[in-house]
């Protein structure tokens, strides 16, 4: 059962298990959108590993130092796995602390953004329960596809639901049998190509497919763009390149990859985003 004892702050997470498909880029950028907009948010970064959210909103910290900006750093914590060698006791030992980072956030969030690791781990499928809003970026590949669902050779059709549409539903039992509001599953593309393409098509029927039969909400989503790639180092995003004087020249299609992702997050419907 999940039995947080306080829930002021609405909980998103940044999930798949698939590694690589730009989850910590989006909760990055999703961070400072929700934050100029006045709310306010805090972070957890769930990869103790790689620490990619947690080493990007470090480069921001030391790049506002550094050049002066008052950038607010979301407060921010990393929640490392259990090491113990009993399952239950691990189980245990990493829902206690992802649920105290929740509760100590909780009380000075608007949003807590949740970066999930690739790969099956306890503390992200219960991420997986707590969030509010589930989003899903996934490359425009059937490769990435197949975690969702297995397609047939030929006709492409879905045949099968995998092993990641079987998590979120776990996900979303507990969250039933634990008294919270439904999930709002959103899985959107990532790093898609501006040309036309054959498989760019029987990927996006696949997931118009999928969403009726595994209740998510499919959106678009964002073009591949090496922007996204660049600005790590200086802890930057999209939104912020026209209140540096230093970073990257703005080009015409930064603005139409700043447009992409302010159209995702409208379509994320987040609880005092359109107000
Ligand atoms: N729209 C995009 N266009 C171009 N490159 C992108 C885009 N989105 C993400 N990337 C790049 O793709 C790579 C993977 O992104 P990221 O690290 O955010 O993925 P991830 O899902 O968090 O990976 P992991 O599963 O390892 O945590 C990075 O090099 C990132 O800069
Ligand atoms: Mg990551």
Not at 92 to 116: K, M, P, Q, T, Y
Not at 191 to 217: G, P
Not at 259 to 274: A, C, I, K, Q
Request: charge should be neutral.
């Amino acid at each position: 059962m999940l039995n947080l004892s306080c829930r002021n702050a609405h909980i998103i997470a940044i999930g798949n298990e698939k590694g690589g498909t730009g989850k910590s880029t989006i909760a990055m950028h999703l961070l400072v959108s929700l934050e100029q907009r006045g709310l306010r948010v805090g972070a957890i970064d769930l990869d103790a590993r790689q620490q990619s959210l947690a080493r990007y909103l470090h480069n921001r910290a030391a790049y506002a130092e550094h050049h002066g900006n008052c950038f607010q750093i979301p407060n921010h914590q990393v929640v490392a796995p259990s090491a113990s060698a009993d399952v239950g006791e691990r189980e245990r030992d990493e829902a206690e602390r992802l649920d105290a980072a929740l509760e100590h956030l909780d009380a000075s969030s608007d949003f807590i953004v949740i970066d999930c690791p690739g790969g099956s781990t306890h503390l992200a499928l219960r991420a997986h329960a707590l969030a509010d809003t589930l989003l899903t970026p996934l490359n425009d590949s059937f490769v990435d596809l197949d975690l969702l669902g297995r397609v047939n050779p030929d006709t492409y059709a879905v045949e099968q639901l995998s092993c990641y549409a079987d998590a979120v539903w776990e996900g979303r039992k507990l969250r039933n049998l634990s008294g919270l509001p439904a999930l709002d599953w959103v899985v959107c593309r990532n790093r898609t190509s501006t040309i036309f393409s054959k498989n760019r098509e029987r990927v996006d029927q696949a997931l118009t497919s999928l969403q009726k039969r595994l209740a998510f909400r499919y959106l678009p989503g964002l073009s591949e763009r090496v922007i996204y790639r660049e600005l790590f180092p200086k802890g930057l995003t999209l939104m912020d390149l026209t209140k540096v004087r230093d970073g990257p020249k703005l080009t015409l299609s930064h603005v139409a990859a700043r447009h992409e992702f302010r159209t995702l997050v409208n379509d994320l419907r987040l609880p005092g985003w359109n107000d």
